[in-house]
C-alpha cells in the first residue's frame, strides 16, 4: 500500500531532473490547465450571456480574461499565504472569501476590452455570478470522479514534492469513517461500491476485521478509548452529574475540556508530534484543528487553511455547492415523504444546513488540513470524517443517500492514497469507524409518548422530569468552530460575538436545539438523558448511585413499570445485595455472577451483552437506572430515545459492530473488544513503525490547553 520503509532514505535525495523533461508529468500538467482554462472559458460566456452588468467588445477580450483572472488569482493566494502569519487563520478565511470579489474586480478593471455597467454593486454581483457558475461547471466536470478541490489539493502538492523534504520514518494516516458498521462495510465491499477501500481489500494490501465497541456506542466514549485509552470515563453521550448539578455533554467544549483533562495522561495516541483534526479529543497532539476539546484555532501560519479558503475551489465554490447539497437534501426527503418509506423521521428544519456543512465544507476542509500534515511529514494523522454519520442519523443507514456519502469518502480515500505516492515520505494507512449505526422507528413514534413522559407517570415527585435528549450531535464541529472564531482577539471575533451574542453561554457558542442541554434547578427530582437507544435515569436529590431497594421505597412503580414497557428491553440498576442487576419483563440477569432468574433479558443482545453492560454499569457518573429500548427479533430494528430513525448509544442491531481497515503488515492476533483495546493495537503499530520512542519515559503533564481559559468559564 504505502511506501515500504526500506524505500526512504534518511538522507538528502539525489537531485533529480527538472520537471519539464519529465513527460508524464509535464503532460499532467498541461492538461489540468487546459481543463481549468476551458471551465474558466464557460463560466465567463456563461456569465458575459445572461448579466447585463459585464460586456465585452468581442472574443478576444473575454480570452485575455481568462488568463488575467488566473494570474491574478494565484498572486493573491501567494499574497495570502505571506500574510497568514501575521492575520490568522481567521483573516484568511475572511481574507479569502473576499479575495474572489477582488480578482474578478481587478481583472475586468486592467482588460480593456470588458466593461461593467452599474454602480458599485456590479462587480459584487458579477462576482457572485461568476463563483457560482464555476463552481457549479466544475461540479459537472468532476462528477463521477475527484471533486474539484481534492484535485486542485493533488496539483498543488504534485508541485510541491520535490521540494519536499522526505521525513525519517514511516508515518500512519488513520482515518475515521464516523458511524460506519461492519456488517454494512463488508456489503458494500461486496457489492463493488468501494472502489478505493474494498480494492485495497482485494488485492491483499489491507485486511479487514470487526471491533465490538461495548456500551456506550458513540464516538466520544470510542474516541476516548482509541486516542487516550480512557473510554471509561464516558458513561453516555451526555449525562448528569450529582456533584456539580450539570448535564455534560460531549460535544459542547467546555465539557470536553474537562473531560479531556479528566483522563488524558500526556501520552496518546497523538503524543509526539501528531495532528488531531475536526475530533472529539486531542489525543495529545501536537496540533489540533476542529476538535471540541481544544477549542482554539491553530495559531500562525496554517498551508491547509490558506489553501482552503483562498482558492476558488475551496471555500467559494464549497458554499455555492452547499446551497445544492441543501436542494438535493428537500428533494430526497419528499421522495421518502412520498414513497412512505418506513422507518423515517422529519427531516427538515437545521439538519438541512448541518449536511450541507458536513458533506461540504467540512470534508474538502478536512482534506486540506490532511494534506498539509502529510507534506510535513507528521507521524501520526487521525481525521474523523461525520458525513455518513450525519446523513444515516436522519435518511437510515443503509438508505441510497446514506450509501451514496460513503462512495463520497471512498473516492477522498482514494485521493489520500495518491497524494502519498506523490510524496517522498511513506504512510501507512488505517481506516477505522468508532461504532455502526442500528435503524428503527423512535421511541415516541412507536407509542406517541416519550420515556420521560412514561417515566412522569410511574414517579411520585412534584416536578416533572427534566429531559436531556436532543438531536445535537451534528452540531458539534459547527459550535467548536464558531466558538474557536468568538475567542480570538481580533476584529472577526468581536463581530462574531456580537452576532451570536444570543447564542453564547459562558463564552461558548450554542446552537442547536435546547432540549440538548437543558439547565437543572438544585431542587430538580429526576434527570432523564438519552444517547440513541440508550438512556440514564437519575434521582438528582439523592446523593450517590441510588440502589435498587431504595429506588423500590421511593418509587415503588418505577422498575417494575420501566422493565414490562413494550418498548424497553431491559434496565439496569444496582442493588445491595447482588451488584448490577439487568431486569426485564420476565426475568433478571445477575451481571457480576451471570446467574440468570427467568427468561434472561440479555439474550436477544448477543453473547458480549453482559460483559458490556457490567462494564458501563461501573462507570463514575452512570444513571441510577439504565435503560436500553427494545430490539425486534427478525429486522434488529431499536428504538431510539431520541428523533433519530439511525441511532446508536446503546446495544442492539449494528450499533456496537464497528470496522478497522488496517495494513497486512500488522499483524491482529485476536479481535479487539472495546475502544481501549484499539488504542494499545495502533499504539503497537506505531512503535513497530519506531514513533513512539521515548514516550514511554516522558512525564504525564496535563495539556496546557485542554481546558477553557478561566475568562471564559467567568464569562
Not at 93 to 104: N, P, T, Y
Not at 588 to 613: F, K, N, Q, S, W
Request: glycine content about 10%.
Amino acid at each position: 500500500m504505502a511506501k515500504p520503509p526500506e524505500q526512504v532514505s534518511v538522507e538528502r535525495p539525489r537531485r533529480r531532473s527538472p520537471g519539464w523533461l519529465d513527460l508524464h508529468r509535464t503532460t499532467r500538467g498541461l492538461q489540468a490547465m487546459l481543463y481549468g482554462a476551458l471551465a474558466s472559458l464557460i463560466s465567463l460566456v456563461i456569465t458575459f450571456w445572461t448579466l447585463p452588468q459585464i460586456s465585452s467588445t468581442g472574443t478576444f477580450p473575454i480570452l485575455r480574461l481568462v488568463v488575467l483572472l488566473a494570474v491574478i488569482g494565484l498572486v493573491m493566494r501567494w499574497i495570502l499565504a505571506g500574510v497568514a502569519i501575521l492575520i490568522g487563520s481567521v483573516g484568511v478565511l475572511i481574507g479569502g472569501l473576499l479575495s474572489q470579489f477582488w480578482v474578478v474586480y481587478l481583472g475586468v478593471t486592467i482588460d480593456p476590452g470588458v466593461q461593467l455597467h452599474g454602480g458599485v454593486e456590479a462587480p459584487v454581483i458579477v462576482s457572485i455570478v461568476l463563483g457560482s457558475v464555476s463552481a457549479f461547471v466544475g461540479w459537472l466536470a468532476y462528477a463521477g470522479s475527484d471533486d474539484a478541490y481534492v484535485s486542485e489539493v493533488m496539483r498543488v502538492v504534485r508541485r510541491r514534492a520535490r521540494r519536499i523534504q522526505p521525513a525519517p520514518k514511516t508515518g500512519m494516516l488513520i482515518i475515521q469513517i464516523d458511524g460506519l458498521s461492519a456488517p454494512l462495510l463488508n456489503w458494500m465491499v461486496l457489492a463493488g461500491n468501494l472502489p478505493h477501500l474494498g480494492g485495497w481489500i482485494r488485492e491483499g494490501s489491507h485486511s479487514m476485521i470487526d471491533w465490538h465497541t461495548g456500551v456506550p456506542a458513540t464516538t466520544p466514549a470510542s474516541q476516548a478509548g482509541i486516542l487516550h485509552g480512557g473510554s471509561g470515563q464516558i458513561p453516555a453521550f451526555r449525562w448528569y452529574e450529582k456533584e456539580t448539578g450539570r448535564v455534560m455533554v460531549t460535544n459542547r467544549a467546555r465539557d470536553a475540556a474537562e473531560i479531556e483533562a479528566r483522563m488524558s495522561t500526556g501520552r496518546g495516541l497523538l503524543a509526539g508530534g501528531g495532528a488531531s483534526i475536526s475530533n472529539n479529543w486531542s489525543g495529545d497532539a501536537d496540533r489540533s484543528v476542529l476538535v471540541f476539546s481544544r477549542a482554539a484555532l491553530p495559531n500562525g501560519r496554517s498551508r491547509g487553511y490558506v489553501r482552503f479558503f483562498s482558492s476558488p475551489q475551496g471555500a467559494a465554490r464549497g458554499l455555492v455547492l452547499c446551497m445544492g447539497e441543501m436542494i438535493k437534501e428537500l428533494h430526497q426527503g419528499r421522495r421518502q415523504r412520498r414513497r412512505n418509506l418506513i422507518p423515517r423521521v422529519n427531516r427538515g428544519g437545521s439538519y438541512i444546513f448541518l449536511r450541507a456543512i458536513s458533506n461540504v465544507l467540512l470534508r474538502d476542509l478536512n482534506v486540506s488540513l490532511i494534506t498539509d500534515e502529510l507534506v510535513k511529514g507528521t507521524p501520526v494523522i487521525y481525521c474523523d470524517f461525520v458525513d455518513y454519520d450525519e446523513v444515516a442519523h436522519h435518511a437510515g443507514p443503509t438508505r441510497p443517500e446514506s450509501l451514496q456519502t460513503l462512495e463520497g469518502l471512498d473516492r477522498v480515500l482514494g485521493a489520500l492514497k495518491r497524494l502519498i505516492d506523490t510524496l517522498p515520505h511513506s504512510y501507512e494507512i488505517v481506516v477505522l469507524s468508532d461504532h455502526g449505526q442500528s435503524q428503527g422507528s423512535t421511541f415516541l413514534q412507536r407509542y406517541g409518548r416519550t420515556l420521560t413522559e412514561v417515566v412522569d407517570d410511574l414517579v411520585d415527585t412534584t416536578k416533572e422530569p427534566v429531559a436531556a435528549t436532543g438531536k445535537s450531535e451534528g452540531w458539534g464541529p459547527v459550535n467548536a468552530f464558531l466558538t474557536e472564531l468568538s475567542l480570538r482577539r481580533s476584529v472577526a471575533g468581536t463581530v462574531t460575538r456580537r452576532a451570536l451574542h444570543a447564542k453564547v453561554s459562558r463564552g461558548e457558542v450554542e446552537l442547536g436545539p435546547k432540549d440538548c442541554e437543558p439547565p437543572v434547578a438544585a431542587d430538580e427530582q429526576m434527570v432523564v438523558t438519552a444517547s440513541g437507544n440508550l438512556a440514564l435515569i437519575y434521582l438528582a436529590t439523592t446523593p450517590g448511585r441510588v440502589p435498587l431497594e431504595e429506588i423500590e421505597l421511593l418509587h415503588p412503580r418505577l422498575i417494575p413499570g420501566l422493565a414490562t414497557h413494550p418498548g424497553i428491553g431491559f434496565v439496569v440498576v444496582d442493588s445491595l445485595a447482588e451488584g448490577p442487576v439487568a431486569i426485564g419483563r420476565a426475568g433478571v440477569h445477575v451481571l457480576r455472577t451471570g446467574r440468570i432468574e427467568g427468561i434472561d433479558p440479555l439474550t436477544a443482545y448477543g453473547d458480549r451483552a453482559a460483559a458490556a453492560m457490567l462494564r458501563q454499569a461501573e462507570m463514575p457518573h452512570n444513571g441510577d437506572i439504565v435503560v436500553i429500548s427494545r430490539v425486534d427479533e427478525y429486522t434488529h430494528e431499536v428504538a431510539a430515545f431520541e428523533e433519530l430513525v439511525g441511532c446508536h448509544g446503546g446495544l442492539g442491531g449494528w450499533q456496537t459492530e464497528a470496522m478497522l481497515v488496517h495494513p497486512r503488515r500488522f499483524a491482529v492476533e485476536e479481535q479487539p473488544v472495546g475502544s481501549d483495546a484499539v488504542h494499545h493495537l495502533l499504539i503497537s503499530w506505531l512503535e513497530q513503525l519506531g514513533q513512539r520512542e521515548g514516550l514511554a519515559e516522558q512525564v504525564a503533564p496535563k495539556p496546557a490547553d485542554a481546558s477553557v481559559d478561566a475568562s471564559v468559564e467567568a464569562g
